[in-house]
Every structure is written in structure tokens, then in C-alpha cells.
């Protein structure tokens, strides 16, 4: 191993290879940190307390090998954006906060057969239509708007309730992880409060960096996967982005509490109280996962439900059935979720609580989880850009096991915060350069939202996608580029 | 009292001070409503009352912003023009926790709510416990919360 070193401001990073940095234990980290990711995106990534939030990680009993830093690693709280964290699900724990607040927060893409020249000319049109049918924003209600009942249902069946209630086809399931239903959903583990929550808001964009995107295809660089993928240059997509909404954030805040009135001992271990954890097998871990399932069919719901409003959007727009655009569901990835995984870990299979926080599955070809349809070429994983600088998506790569724990990045990573964003941006000017210039059409209930998601304000995505490549932990197989864009 | 926005990568951070702990959380809670929204009327919607206990005193300030976050959604109104009437805890105010259990912390106050239709508001997710500091200070208090957007 060659000693060369990165310094980051008093944390020194010692390269394992290339784009592999590792923090070596010290004080009371139980294990390493690594950050994968090149010198030019460490340079960026040294500038906030990313680095300083992944060593925190490594405090977490039964963290297993390493913790991990993404390419498009940054500041959260608690535990880094952009990191993932594999913990012994016997002798560990199961952290909420490293989960996050928006539980199974993640993107989906459908496929059409529809290509860009079908659209030009009607892009106004659409991105009105979609804006108008498509809740978003604060206070915008959803798709379906109904009692606790409903949402007690949709907690424990996911995307099943969806097929039931006219919202979903079975398609949609083949193409979701876990086929949108995760087992071991415990609805009676998600609050009151929760559920009046998320009661209003099924199917429903939410704000912040949220969004739904129509793009086009611009590069496929692998056909052979691409064509399993069924993409093609010039073809239409959709990309979603959005999770949980107030349930999901309600849900992780009652467990932090109820961490801190009940495991007092271990969160006084840890050096940020916004990791807190619950031990394995405490009635709190297991109440945790159980609710915390629950929220991800919630999420799945929700995704599902504004994709199926895209179709019939489309309908009217195209003036023709959904089915003749063939708008099928591609595939939908998490990127807030804590799943129980089994890894080779030291020559032997271990049980892990892999918490992804702004990270993504990233399985192989031929892992037994990857869903029959991509089985023989590996998992998609689905890239979203800014608005500026377009979409990836990728498929899982073959040493994602070894290195990741089965996972890569998740986006661009922010680079500027909220508030810098808002002074060096003003939303009407970025939605008229992006319009003029990038014939994007944007679409927002909020100015300032737009400026905050500015394309400036993120790490360039062709960095970190490239990165991904190089490691072979999740492989470029297309690129798309937005044209409509509508967001909270 | 008074409150500034401070600068987070990701999500959005409130440092506030106030003379006493009441108008620091009250503070911290007009911080959080103008992260939601940079302009709104300064009359209209009707104000409610907001009752928390907690077991300690940062657990309080955390339950406190939790509950304001909880009600914009369920009544569809953002929270503005925070006062808070009391807070009272064991020990006269040394915040520590308590020896006796729980909810030893209790706070009232209340807020102004601006329907969510009339104003072009965002969504701020959560509070956090991330960096969290609730301290006395010479001449009052200060807290500092990060808020997940």
C-alpha cells in the first residue's frame, strides 16, 4: 500500500487505492471510515463536517468492517449524507437517525416509447398539466385523501393496496424492490401522529429537493444492459423523486425520543445524540424495524400513486392510452432505509442492518434479491443530477459486495447550503436561463425552492457517476437530461 | 430575543437568544417559521395554544418544535408569532435530568397560524437533535437547532 496522504483540516485520510481513502481508528471509533471518492470531490467534501460525521458513524456498536462515505458524501446530521454503515443485527443496533427522517426516501423511473420529437412543442402544456395534477408543495394534500384505516392499510400492504384500489398494475410490482410490499410492516408501530400526518398527503411530490422530471434519454454507454433496461437515446422517461412525507418524519422522531428515554446508556456512548440507536434485539429495535417497513410501503404508495396520475396525465396530454405509450415502470430504488441484509463478512455470512442514508442498493448480477426481469445483468440504480445537469442510471456492479456492502451514491451531493443558495440565486432568473438556454421548463410552487435547488448549488454528478464506475460498485449504462421539471 | 439562519449544507440551522428561557425557545420557533416562509401577513389566522412535557430541558425544546411541525400538517396553517407563556422544570431552571422520571419539563404557549394557501411556505421535515445546544449564557440563554429540510 502505497502511503500517500489527503489532509482534510486535521483529518487525515490515508489512500487504501485508488479513490479509496480510509480514516484509521482512534478514541473510541470502533472501526475504520472509508470514503470513496477522488481527490477533487474529496477537496469538496473536506469543507463541511461530512468527514468529522462519518468518524461519529464508526461510534455505532457492531459497525462491521468499515463506515462508508459516497462520492456525493455531505453534511447531514448525524450520520453523513452519502453513507453507509453495516451493523451486526445480533450484537449491534438499528439507528432511526442514520436512517433518516424521510424513511425509504428514493426515486423511481418509468420508461414510454414515446422520444423527444413527440414531445417538442408540447413541453408548456405538459409541465402545466403535471404541476396542476400532481400535489406538491406545503399544504398541497394528495392523490388519495382518506382516513387513518386507509393509511393503516397501505402501511402494511404497500404497493398491493395500490393494485387493489386502481392505482397500480402488476407490472409496477415485478419492478420495485421487494415487489412494493416489505415484509414485516407492523402498522401498529407507526403513531397516532403519524398516521394524521400522513393521512393528507398519500401521493403527494412534498418540497425541498422533491421533484418529478420528464427527460430524455441522451447516452446509452452499455446497450447490452441498456436494452435490458429497455432504454434507448432519444426515448422519454420519468424520474421521481420524493419518500415518506410527515409520516416518515414523524415516525423517526418518536424513535429517537423513545431511544433516549429507554437507552439512555448507549446513546451516551455515541458523540452525536442524532445517531441514536436501539440495541439488537431490544423490543425497541424490533418495534423500530417494524415500523420503519411500514413507512417504506408508505413511500412506495406514494411514488406509485404519482407516477399512475403521471400516466393519466400523459393520456390527456398525447390524447391516447397510457398503455400504447408503454409507460412501465423501470424500477424504483430507496436511498433513506435500513434493511437486514446477509453479507460475507471475514468468510462467513453475517446478518447486517445495512443503513443507507443517501446511499443506494447496488446489487450484482445474479444476487438472489435483484428482481427476476434485471437478474441476469444486476440491479438499476437510478442517479438523479440537478435540474441542470441530468440523470444516471446505473446497474449494480460486481464488487459492490466487497467494497459497499452492496451499495453507491445516491445523487450529486449538495455543495452549497440553503441559505448561500437563496444569495447567490433567484429563482425566476434560473428558471428563465434554464428555459432560454437548456429548453428545460420548470415548474415550482415556491421561487425560493428553485434557487435552493439551483444547478450550482450541487457537486457535478459526472464526477461522482464516474467514481461509481471506476470502483465498479454501480456501472454507467445510460444518461438522461431533463425537459420538464415540477417541484415543491 | 432575536434569531439568526444559519448555514447547513444540507438542512437549515436556528441560533437564537433570549433573556429568559421562555422567549429563547420562542426564539427558536420564530426561526423555524421564517425558515418556512420568507414573507407572510402580520395579522390574520387565529392563534392556538400549544401545551409539551418532557423529561429534560432540551427534550422539551425538541418536543416543542416536533409539536409546531406536527400541527402545520395537521391543521394545514403555518405557526407564526410564537410566544411562550412558561416553562417550568425541577430544580428551578438547572436543567438537569430529573431523578424521578419523565415529564418533570412542561411548557405552554402559542402561536398565530397562517393557512398554508395564502403563503408560499416550504417544508422544513424535522427538528433535529444533531449539535443541539440549549445553554445559559450571561443575561439569558441560547440555543442553537438544526432542522431537517
Redesign the interface.
Known sequence: MSNVTFDADGITLERVREYVWEIPPEGDMRAPARVFASEALLEEIKE?K?LEQIKNTTHLPGITNYAICMPDG?????FP?GGVGAIDAEDGCISP?SV???INCGVRMMRTNLTYDDLQGREEELVDSLFTNIPS???GGGIVESGVDTVEEILERGVDWALENGHAVEGDLLHCEDEGVRAGADADKISQ?AK??GK??IGSL???NHFLEVQRVTDVFDEEVGAAFGLEKDQIVVLIHCGSR?LG??T??DY??KI??QHQGLLDQLP???L?AAPAGSQLAEDYYGAMNAAINFAWVNRQLIMHRTRQVFERVFDRPWEEMEMELLYDVAHNIAKKETHTVGGEDRELYVHRKGATRAFPAGHPDVPNAYRDVGQPVIIPGSMGAGSYVLRGGENSMDLTFGSTAHGAG???????AKNEYWGGDVQDALEEQDRIYVKA?????IAEEAPGVYKDVDEVVRISDALGIGDKVARTFPICNIK? | MRYE????????AVAATGDSLESAFAAVANGLAAA?C?EFEDAGGERFSVAVDA?SRE?LL??YL?EL??R???R?E?PVDHRVDAVSGPGSGTGERSDTG?DEWSLEASARGV???EI????I????????RLERVDGGWEAYV?F??
Request: hydrophobic share 25%.
Open positions: 463541511d461530512t455531505h453534511q447531514g446530521y448525524g449524507v437517525g433518516g427522517y424521510d408543495g406545503l399544504g401522529k394524521d400526518r393528507n398527503q412534498g418540497s425541498g410527515g418524519h414523524q423517526c422522531n429517537l425520543r433516549e428515554q452525536d445524540k442524532e441514536a449538495r455543495l452549497m447550503s440553503r441559505t448561500q410552487q415556491s421561487g425560493a425552492t415543491g | 439562519l444559519c448555514d447547513h449544507t444540507a438542512d437549515i418556512s420568507d423529561e427534550a425538541f418536543d416536533d411541525i406536527y402545520r400538517d395537521i394545514g403555518l419523565t393557512p398554508l394557501t408560499d411556505a416550504r417544508e421535515k424535522a427538528v433535529t437533535y444533531s449539535e443541539m438544526v431537517d429540510v
